[in-house]
């Protein structure tokens, strides 16, 4: 907030923030304000509003305690929105109420943001002004399509042509005893389609295309909310609508079709990054994710697939964008998972002097006190882990998205062991330098070219042509797992299978539920759909499937393959002919080892012999060794491996 005579007064020491009264006024009138402190466990009722900040050059006046100052339009739109006709409202608004020019008070404000948030009566989000008139269109869309598919009316039975579908004759019987025969409906189709209408795709487009959904302080913003509510315009909609429309994009294969695959591809992004990271893994049962059925079984089936730690929240940050590059990572710190197991002690506290290399590495210094699962995050491409990188290999870049990024997975692993023996892991970091102990399993010899996420489109055509050379690599040399296993093999390697927690079965990613049997179904369903050779061979010489269980898995296997094979690679091992699926920046010479306190193998590049130096290339996947298999040999594992200190650089 800018003015030529106002001067913010100086906040008291402890929990203390500012809240705004706004005064009653007209749609047309001038907005009138006033600020005043309070202590946070004291404060009246507030309503805290979400917005983005806009363009600077686009301002409005505020009289704010009797003085004329200049706030973003945004930020007067957002506030007149709160404002009420006939009685004061107080509300809460960064850019308004923490002094921004006083970075000790901004650093100490932003840690006190997520109690700010989850302390408020509800949260406003303020989407933007709607100048094409599609948000009353939009909201009509996400609430009849969420209220159709939960209530399972979103199909209906119909009677197509009888050149199609021959009809059926059913008997009918009056209330007088009369028979009569009628044709049955004999298929079903989704209703979407109608539901939307003619301009329902390109108001969903619109809305989310909107900035709001990009910017990185809106998830906790609406994460920690009571309740929330968005305005687009003069529309208005329960936020839970919306969150709940991306989950079922997410799950539901009638509803991506209508959309198409430009929409739908878009709400798989950082929309479902927002929901499926942040949104549902706060964990507040009286928020407005619990009070939704779907949205609480959607956090609860987060919960039961993978641990949820202050990694998973992160995974979310490279999604957003942030006009401080400090902020994907202190827009996440008012998380419950942002503080240290047992303590209300957050992983890092707010310094805005900070470099944002020094505010990362600081980070992974005090992450790596619970695990090194954050190593995942590491990603690199060939620039990056040259000699002159500015960054240790070891410190994840969480402002950034590279080209060749590659979704994270660890979540349901133990490769380590961590999970089940719970014991301390060396984690000792010295500057740039973090001393590990880690099990070396084997160099990497040969690799396909990296799998790039157009070389899979279409996927049942382009995605056979990729596992025909991921199977070429496989077989260079004698399978390492035996005839009876190697499908199953070569299978979960590429869909990055794991086992439940239930010790039932288990999927890429938690996507696919069933046994390491429904796997191979799956890959030989997506084989059989894509003519691909080589299982054409494999069904030759045993017989492995059946043709009715295979056609219907196989749609599983190319999503899940794609998911978990883009900018990566499938490569096998110098000495062992292991088989993994590993990051894109790996090369001939690298080593596969599992580190103690991470939970999946990691792809590591010699640096120094001597001195046991080596670079994070990134996370990997490699059958037989996600769950523990090299640390205790004695329980059905792997044999011959030994515990190393290493340095990683």
Known sequence: ?????????????????????????????????????????????????????????????????????????SLSEGLRRIRKADEPQIAWADAICINQNDMVEKGHQVDLMGVIYDTASNVLVWLGPDPSDSAREAFRCLSTINEKIWTRTDQVWYSPPEEEVPMRNVTLISSSGEQQEVSAPTARRSILGDVLG???????????????????????????????????????????????????????????????????????????YALWNVWCTYGKPSSWVYRSPLLRAFAGQIAATCDVDFTLVLEASRYFDATNELDHVYAFLGHPKAKKPGTDQAWLRVDYALSVREQHRLLAVSMAEESLNFLVQAQHTDESLESTADYPSWVPRWNEKTPLHADA??????????????????????????????????????????????????????????????????????????????????????????????????????????????????????????????????????????????????????????????????????????????????????????????????????????????????????YKFMDGEAVFPGQGGQVGFSRDDIVLV
Not at 57 to 68: D, L, P
């Open 409 to 622: 997975f660890w979540e349901a692993y133990d490769a380590s062991r961590r999970k089940v023996s719970r014991e301390p892991f060396r984690a000792r970091a010295d500057g740039d330098r973090l001393a590990v102990s880690a099990t070396i399993i084997d160099s990497v010899d040969s690799s396909t070219a990296r799998m790039d996420k157009s070389g899979f489109e279409p996927i049942e055509e382009a995605g056979g042509r990729l596992l025909e050379q991921c199977w070429a690599v496989a077989t260079q040399k004698p399978c390492p797992y035996g005839p009876q296993d190697a499908v199953n093999a070569f299978a979960s390697t590429l869909t990055c299978h794991y086992k439940p927690r239930d010790g039932g079965g288990g999927g890429g990613g938690g996507n696919a539920p069933g046994s390491h049997h429904s796997v191979v179904e799956q890959l030989a369903g997506f084989c059989m759909r894509a003519g691909v050779k080589f299982w054409q061979d494999i069904e030759a010489t045993g017989g492995l499937w059946s043709l009715d269980t295979t056609l219907v898995a196989g749609k599983m296997f190319g999503p899940q393959f794609k998911a978990y094979g883009t900018n990566r690679r499938f490569f096998n091992t110098e000495e062992r002919g292991l088989w993994g699926l590993g990051p894109a920046a790996m090369r001939q010479g690298d080593v596969c080892a599992v580190i103690f306190g991470a939970d999946v193998p990691f792809v590591l590049r010699p640096v120094d012999d001597a001195r046991g130096e080596y670079k994070v290339v990134g996370e990997c996947y490699m």
């Open 198 to 272: 003619p301009h329902g795709r390109d108001a969903i487009s619109k809305l989310f295309g909107l900035t709001w959904f990009t910017r990185v302080w809106v998830l906790q913003e609406v994460g920690l909310a009571e309740a929330a509510t968005a305005f687009w315009g003069d529309a208005g909609v329960d936020f839970a609508e919306i969150a709940v429309f991306i989950a079922n994009v997410y799950g539901e294969e009638d509803l991506k079709y209508f959309l198409g695959p430009e929409i739908s591809g878009s709400l798989a992004g950082s929309p479902l």
């Open 1 to 73: 907030m800018e003015s030529p005579s106002f001067t913010y007064t100086a906040l008291p020491p402890g929990r203390f923030f500012r809240l705004l009264s706004v005064h009653p006024g007209a749609p047309e009138d001038n907005l009138i304000c006033d600020l005043f402190p309070y202590e946070i466990d004291t404060a009246p009722p507030y309503t805290a509003l979400s917005y983005v900040w806009g363009d600077p050059t686009k301002s409005a006046e505020v009289t704010c305690s009797g003085h004329a100052c200049n706030i973003t339009q």
